[in-house]
Each structure stands twice: as structure tokens, then as C-alpha cells.
């Protein structure tokens, strides 16, 4: 417990950092979006690409994916995270795909 | 200047119907009623340090069933009205507008405000406890997510007085709840109060999974929990996986409403179907976010009734888990109609079919279990039996919609509200009623009154059969859900009107449990012992109500049913034997109650497009998290050993 109070006292650094990048990354997004009239092809690739560092900043800094503990649950979690992402993006394009 | 003012006023209240005059003199009663009481009582500091800033998992479970049972009378008069509407052909008594609002507000209320919340309730009361643990693993996020959904509650509510209901049904589809065909504030208060009751609800759903991994009595190990605390557990991680759905798909259609996108619009490249599609990712998965933690309830119930350990306790968990990872899988059945290929609507119907075999196999767990055991008749008990019955009815009308052929022709009738009750009334309603029982002994220290908990049983139980069984074959005879009046001469007349008649029976019934609670708050039988029923799990090992810190010395698990164990092994004394050592607490905290009082100003600001308002809102909420963020270290205390000591003597524990 006291190990842990201890780290509880220093300021927050990893957070707080994950938090300004997060919301860095998201804005960026949106910008592209609405600010440049790239190629949808080009717009596209470039928010899937900072989506995708999106998911590393949120798993390193907020979710503790590099600690050693608990390893099994974790694997479990994101084995089960990337289950249900399958599911609904493939599952959507299925159906989608002969009704846009 | 005065007109302009009036015209606001006018748009501003809902105006125009009788109804709504008298709807907003009670509320304004009820309010004036409510302040004077609490300030002539000089109550407001006990409101504000027992209740509003309570972290304690107890009071705040008491809060949520509070906040469920009088959205339970809301979304029921709701009901009764549409059902007062159709009881006679051609009736004019709701406008057609008014009808819409008022399915759209029914339907919606009793998932997300009476359904959830019951369910989380009873989740706060029973989990900790149930797991020997002192509160959930983040008491304050927990009073976070209670407070979110109170005042989304609240935000979505004063709809029906403030600008106006939504419309467009629970569901609430593009393009109908697209901002062409449905200007005004009503869906904005749709998309706004269920995203914030939904950031609460994904808390909850991390909270008591972290808990229930984390915080254990030591010796109990993942199979040796309880079924109510498994149940928990796999809800918890459906909503940690379906929520983000409902919050993207919430979110994008608001911008499409207040920032002209074109998400769910044709125009730009849009896909209203879209919406269905995201909407069902996460509808199915909530279906079964309602349904699971009651199938923990009775087995709970069941087991502790029969005098028995639950038979199949590893089918029973592992049909769980299966359900979670199918319940992501069948979302499609809930349109079939909109002219999917026939591959894909084979898959899901497929899909749909397997589901029901877990669903099975948890019957007949239960059926085993009541085989040869003693089956004493309470009225939780009732509730648990009579689940078994009519559930399965709507599990086996739920396999005949499952059919995409056949779903053709009972798509959006009455057949489907009938299945969609038999579920949700049958399995949700049943089972928080059930757990209400179980567990108010715990809660209040006292056993609801079994006389009067009959009578309403089976008043309600009577009515709702004939409420919603006419309903399946007036459903097949034709009539559409969603509709506000019917012609006379199509043979609709007679069924109608025992429908509608069934609907107030339930109605009398609620009223009898009303009364039923009022009464046994006053001569209800005094639970002295903490164990009322001889019960199997360790919630009955503390007294009733359970004390602040729920166990004076955490309890050591050896088997399931570790309380019936330690009886019969004369240790039950265990967990309250002097000596007694300070207990460590979470701290109270007035945060989550301002921080989502700066959710409901920011969202009424969005409802409206009021960014004056929207903006300080959301400028409050950022700053209630920061403070939060950067004071961590002062948010315990300690309970002294003498105090403790204190408290098990009041409690009678200790001679
Ligand atoms: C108290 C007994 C109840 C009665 C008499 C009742 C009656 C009705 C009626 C008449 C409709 C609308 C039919 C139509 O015109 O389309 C309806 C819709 C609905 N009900 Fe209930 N209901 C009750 C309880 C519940 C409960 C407990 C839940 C959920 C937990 C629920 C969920 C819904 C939903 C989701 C809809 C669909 C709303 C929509 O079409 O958008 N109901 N109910
Ligand atoms: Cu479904």
C-alpha cells in the first residue's frame, strides 16, 4: 500500500501527457476532416492511421498494457477487444454493402 | 419586447393540452411540497452529507431503486395512457402526436432509466457484499455514475413539460429522427440525456468489473462466487464492450442535429441504415445486459428457496459467458426487413437460434435445482417460479421471430411488443422484483410484508398474462405496434379491450406494492439476525442493514455457498469476534453530485443549442475532474476499532 501511496503523490506526468496527445490526435482528425478537401482515399487512410496511434497512446498511457501483472486477464481483454471490433466492422460492411 | 418574451414562453413550455397544465402544477407541487418539507424538517444537511455525497455502495444501490421505482410509475402511466387510448376504436384521447411522444417516452424510460437502473441498484446493494468486500473497487466513480443517471433521468424528463417529448420511438431511427424530419428540441433531449447516463453506465460497468477481479474475500476464487456476482461480472463486460457503440452512434447523431453533419442523411453520402445498424450492435447486447444479472437473481433466489446448492453451477456460468460472446452476433434479427441480402439474413437468423440454446440450458439448471428440494413459498420465490413459465413463452416467440421468413409477417405487429414484454417483463421485471424481496432485509433491516407482497404478485402476475398474451394473436390478426387508433369492424374490439384492462391491472398491482412498501416500512417484521431466509452467501453473514463497512473482519471463503458452509461449520461468528481493528473507509465527496449538475446545464444547453449555457457547463465539468484528479491522497479515513465495536454491539452481535 505504502509503495503504491507513494506513487499516488507524484504528479500524474504519464495522464496527463496521454490526456494532451489524445486529445492532440482527436483534433487533428477533425481537422483534416473539415479543414483539407484531400481525396476521400487520402482522408481516410490518414484518420485510420491517427486512430491507430489513438488505441497505442490509450493502451500505454491509460491501460497499463507494458506492466507484468495480470497478464493473462489482459491478453484475454484485448483478444476479446479485437473480437468484437472484428465483428462490428466486418459484420457492418456485410451487410451494408448491398444496401448503401 | 413583450411578445417576444411571450413567443418563447410559448415555444419554451409545452403548451396547449389540459393534461400537461395539470402535469406541470404537481410537479411544481411536488416541488414546493419537497423544499418546504426539507427546510421546515431543517433536512437539507442531512440530504446533502447522508445522501448527495454519499460514496457508500449501500446507499447508493437505495438511491438507484428509489430513482427506478418512480421511473417505473412514470414509463407505467405512460403505458397506461396509450392503453387508455386504444381501448375502444377510433378513440380520441391522445392526438397522434401525443401518442408518438408517449411510446418514445415509455419505451425509452423503462429500458434506460427504470431497467438499468434497478438492475444497478440491486448490483450495489448485493455484489460487495456478496464477495466480502468493504465497498466497490472506485467508490467515487460509482457515486459519479449514479448521479449521471439521475439527472439524465431528470434532463430527459422535464422533456415532456420543456420544449417537447422526442418522437421517433426508443429507437429513434434516421431519417424520421433526423433533423429535417423532426425539427425541434425533443430528439436533441433523446441523444443528450442517454449520453450521459450512458457515460455512467460504462463506469459502472468498468467499476464492478475491477471489483469483482480485485476486491474477493480471500479463498474465493473465480468458481467459487456466487451466481449473482457472476452474472454481474458478464454483464459488466458486455456494457464495457456494447456502450462505446451506443456513445459513437448517440454521438454522431447529434452532430448530424446541431452541427449540420451528414452521417444518417441520404444527403452528402450518408446512411440512415447506418444508425439501425449501430443502434442494434448495441441493442442486442443490452437486451442481454437486462436479462443476465436477473438470471443471477434467480438462481440466487432459487437456490436459496429450494434449501439447496444450485444444481450445474459450471453450465450456469459457462451459459453466460457463451451468451456474452453470442449476444454480439444476432444484432441483425432486429431488421431483417430492410432488404439485407438473404446470406446475411440467414447468418444472423442462425445466430439468433443458437443463443436460446445457453438460454436453455440455464432453465433447466433451474428446474434441477427446485427437483427434490424443499421449495419454501415467498413471495421472492413466486416472483422466481413464476419467471420460468412465462419467460420461456417469450424465449419460444422470440425463436419463431428469429425465423427471417416468417418475421416478415410478425415484423413491428403487436406479436413483437408481446414477445419483446413476455422478456422484458417476465425476466427483467420479475427478477428486479424478486431481488427486491431477497435483498430489502439487507437494505432496510426489516422483510417486506409477505401478505400484501402476494397479493400484488399475483394481481400483477394475473394481469400482465392477460395483458400481453391477447396481444400475440392481435399482432397476428394485424394490428401494427406504434399505432394511435384503430378502425372499428376489422374484430380488434374484444381484444383491445382485455388489454387494456390487463394493463390497469398491473397498474393496481404496482399501487399494491406501493402500499405493501409504505406498510412494512412501518410494522415490517424487524430482521434481527441479518440472515432472514437461511441464506447460502456471504451478504447474510453481516446484519441487516449492513453496517457502514459492511464486515467487521473480512470473511475466509472455502466453497461456494460460503456462508451455508461456514454455518454448518459453527463459524459464522467469525467475521464479528472482538477483537476489532480500525477499518479503512473511502472518504465522502460532494464532486460527482456538482459535476453532473454541470452535465445537466451543459446538456440542457445543447438541447436547446444554448451555447452560453453549454459552454459554462462543460467548463464546470472539466474543472470538477481536474480537482478530482489532483486530490488523491485525502480521500480515506479510518474507522476506529472502538467504533466498530460499537456498531456490532448495536447490531446485537455481540453479548
Ligand atoms: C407496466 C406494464 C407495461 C405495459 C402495459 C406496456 C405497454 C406498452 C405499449 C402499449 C407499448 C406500445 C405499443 C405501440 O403502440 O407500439 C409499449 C412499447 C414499449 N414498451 Fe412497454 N409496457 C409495459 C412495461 C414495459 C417495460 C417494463 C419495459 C422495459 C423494461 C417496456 C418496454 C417497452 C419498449 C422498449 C417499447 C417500444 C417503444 C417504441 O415503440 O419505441 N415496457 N409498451
Ligand atoms: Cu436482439
Known sequence: MSANNHELNKFPWKHVIGLALSLILTLLALWVVVSLSLPTVATLTIIVLLAICQAFIQLLMFMHINENHGRGYRILAIAFGFYIAAVVVYGSLWIMWFTV | MIENIKSFLGSFFVTGDPMIYGADASIALASIGIVFYLTYFKKWKWLWDEWLTTVDHKKIGIMYIIAAILMLFRGGVDALLMRAQLIIPNNTFLTSQHYNEIFTTH????????????????????????????????????????????????????????????????????????????????????????????????????????????????????????????????????????????????????????????????????????????????????????????????????????????????????????????????????????????????????????????TGVKIFNWLFT?????????????????????????????????????????????????????????????????????????????????????????????????????????????????????????????????????????????????????????????DTTGDPWNGRTLEWATSSPAPEYNFAHIPQVETVDAFAHMKEKGTADSIYKAPFQAIHMPNDSGIPFILSVFFFIAGFGLVFEWYWMAIPGAIGIVVCMILRSFKDHDDHHHIPAEEVEQTERAAGRLS
Open chain 2, 107 to 358: 419505451g425509452t424510460i423503462m429500458i434506460f432509466f427504470m431497467a438499468m437502473p434497478f438492475i444497478f441498484g440491486l448490483m450495489n446493494i448485493a455484489v460487495p457484499l456478496q464477495i466480502g468486500a468493504r465497498d466497490v473497487a472506485f467508490p467515487f466513480l460509482n457515486a459519479v455514475s449514479f448521479w449521471l443517471f439521475f439527472l439524465a433521468a431528470m434532463l430527459f424528463n422535464i422533456s415532456f413539460v420543456i420544449g417537447g417529448s422526442p418522437d421517433a420511438g426508443w429507437t429513434s431511427y434516421a431519417p424520421l429522427a433526423g433533423l429535417k424530419l423532426d425539427p425541434g428540441v425533443g430528439e436533441n433531449y433523446y441523444l443528450i440525456a442517454l449520453q450521459i447516463s450512458g457515460i455512467g453506465t460504462l463506469a459502472t460497468g468498468v467499476n464492478f468489473l475491477v471489483t469483482i477481479f480485485k476486491m474477493r474475500a480471500p479463498g474465493m476464487t473465480l468458481f467459487k462466487m456466487p451466481m449473482f456476482t457472476w452474472s454481474t461480472l458478464v454483464t459488466s463486460i458486455i456494457v464495457i464492450f456494447a456502450f462505446p457503440v451506443l456513445t459513437i452512434a448517440l454521438a454522431l447523431m447529434s452532430i448530424d442535429r446541431l452541427f449540420g453533419a451528414h452521417f444518417f442523411t441520404i444527403e452528402a453520402g450518408g446512411s440512415p441504415m447506418m444508425w439501425a445498424n449501430l443502434f442494434w450492435i448495441w441493442g442486442h447486447p443490452e437486451v442481454y445486459i437486462v436479462l443476465i444479472p436477473v438470471l443471477g437473481i434467480f438462481s440466487e433466489v432459487i437456490s436459496t428457496f429450494a434449501h439447496k446448492t444450485l444444481f450445474g453451477y459450471k453450465a450456469m456460468v459457462w451459459s453466460m459467458i457463451a451468451i456474452s460472446v453470442l449476444s454480439f452476433t444476432t444484432w441483425l434479427h432486429h431488421f431483417f426487413t430492410m432488404g439485407n441480402t438473404a446470406m446475411v439474413n440467414s447468418f444472423f437468423s442462425i445466430s439468433t437460434m443458437i443463443i436460446a440454446i445457453p
Open chain 2, 370 to 526: 427446485l427437483n427434490k428440494g424443499r421449495i419454501e413459498f415467498t413471495t421472492a420465490m413466486l416472483w422466481a417460479l413464476a419467471f420460468i413459465p412465462n419467460f420461456t413463452i417469450g424465449g419460444i416467440t422470440g425463436v419463431m421471430l428469429s425465423l427471417a421468413p416468417a418475421d416478415y409477417q410478425y415484423h413491428n405487429s403487436y406479436f413483437l411488443i408481446a414477445h419483446f414484454h413476455n422478456v422484458l417483463i417476465a425476466g427483467t421485471v420479475f427478477g428486479v422484483f424478486a431481488g427486491l424481496h431477497y435483498w430489502w432485509p439487507k437494505m432496510f433491516g426489516h422483510i417486506l410484508n409477505e401478505r400484501l407482497g402476494k397479493w400484488a404478485f399475483w394481481v400483477f402476475m394475473i394481469s400482465y398474462n392477460i395483458c400481453f398474451l391477447p396481444m400475440y394473436f392481435i399482432g397476428l390478426m394485424g394490428m401494427t405496434r406504434r399505432m394511435y387508433t384503430f378502425p372499428s369492424g376489422l374484430g380488434w374490439e374484444p381484444l383491445n379491450l382485455i388489454i387494456t384492462l390487463g394493463a390497469f391491472g398491473m397498474g393496481v398491482g404496482f399501487l399494491i406494492m406501493v402500499w405493501m412498501i409504505v406498510y412494512s416500512a412501518k410494522y415490517g417484521k424487524r
